[in-house]
């Protein structure tokens, strides 16, 4: 009798049987990138928190960071490093 296989072996054998491809290790360069580009965000997260206190708007401009680190971090993904 087989062993009992894990979530993640699972979940791998069914993204082989749909014939998608593993997902590539990242490169450090690529990590490095990552990292300063979700440190610049986090750093205008904290200033805005601190200019808008109690201001109405403070939700939406971070929301709005924040949907900008992402678009960021994926076009890194995309282009595959800086």
């Known amino acids: ?21 593993e997902p590539a290790a990242l490169s450090q360069e690529l990590k490095g990138s990552i990292e ?19 201001e109405e708007n403070l939700a939406a401009e971070i929301q709005f960071l924040e949907r900008e680190r992402e678009r960021k971090i994926k076009e890194l993904y995309e282009r595959g490093g800086p």
């Open 1 to 21: 009798m087989p062993g009992i296989k894990s979530s993640y072996e699972i979940a791998m054998e069914k993204i082989k049987q749909m014939g998608i491809q």
């Open 36 to 54: 300063r580009v979700r440190k610049e965000y986090d750093a205008k997260i904290a200033e805005k928190q601190i200019m808008l206190m109690g």
